[in-house]
């Protein structure tokens, strides 16, 4: 039986689960301010469990930044443990943090290069994590273990010499729990591989948002293409060993990004 971790209530606490019920029964939207400390995260995930505990709806759990995202394990476990019960839940970092092969590659075309690192099969973590598409016999038994956490899913990947970050989605599968953060979802070029990858279906999703006031500049942060000085110089490197013409066109942008004059404060 679900129990709730405390032995007690704070104010307005019970008001939020029961709203939070309410609003997956009915299929609406809410939102939910209240101060610092008021134990809205417990309170949220508890009336979405509540809820969805008996059905085959799954919880993604959306952070701003991974180290927020401890407080969302602490507080599973809680309810596993008040309640005597194994929910499962899964934490997902981004490909770039998790990855075993040592590298200095961007975090913006990180995926491209895991991409072709797998293409080309490169790459011999993830080819011990699959064979033909399906999943080894030792990926078996690493996702018997404790992976919940990524950094739990990185020690025992490097103990069997696999892939954490797919170690992480395989469990992510079996979880009524997913944490994740903004990028899973509001990048369209990640959102739409990340459900289909974990089998997650929209319409059988309870997405639940923390420090949703950060969410409109950081979705504005996601979409937006830029580069940066340093992106131009590390490019300059690369390619100059490849291509000598394209490596000073390169080396002309730099040296006129770096002409020009910071506006004047007045």
Excluded: W
Excluded at 14 to 22: L, P, Q, T, Y
Excluded at 48 to 54: D, G, K
Excluded at 124 to 150: H, L, Q
């Amino acid at each position: 039986m679900l129990k709730f971790p405390f032995n007690d209530f704070r104010p307005g606490q019970k008001e939020i689960i029961n709203s939070v019920r309410d609003t997956i029964r009915n299929g609406e939207k809410l939102m939910i301010q209240a101060p610092t400390g008021f134990g809205k995260t417990v309170a949220v995930l508890f009336g979405a469990l509540s809820e969805t505990y008996n059905d085959n709806k799954r919880i993604l759990f959306l952070t701003a930044r991974k180290m927020h995202q401890s407080i969302i394990y602490d507080t599973v476990e809680r309810i596993n443990a008040a309640s005597s019960l194994n929910i499962r839940y899964t934490g997902i970092n981004g490909k770039n943090t998790m990855c075993l092969i040592d590298n200095n590659i961007d975090a913006d075309i990180f995926n491209d290069f895991c991409r072709t690192m797998k293409e080309k099969n490169l790459c011999d973590f993830y080819n011990r994590t699959y064979n033909n598409g399906k999943t080894t016999e030792i990926t078996n038994i690493a996702i018997g273990r404790d992976v919940s956490k990524p950094e739990n899913a990185i020690e025992i990947a490097k103990q069997f010499r696999l892939c954490p970050y797919e170690i992480s989605v395989l469990n992510a599968k079996l979880s009524k729990i997913i944490i994740a953060n903004y990028f899973h979802v509001f990048n369209p070029f990640v959102s739409y591989p990340f459900f289909t990858k974990l089998n997650l279906r929209p319409e059988d999703t309870i997405l639940i948002v923390d420090e949703a006031h950060n969410l409109p500049n950081m979705v504005m942060d996601i979409n937006s293409v830029s580069i940066s000085l340093n992106k131009l110089e590390k490019a300059y490197k690369e390619i100059l060993m490849y291509d000598e013409e394209l490596s000073k066109k390169v080396q002309d942008l730099i040296s006129s990004t770096k002409t020009i004059e910071k506006p004047k404060i007045i």
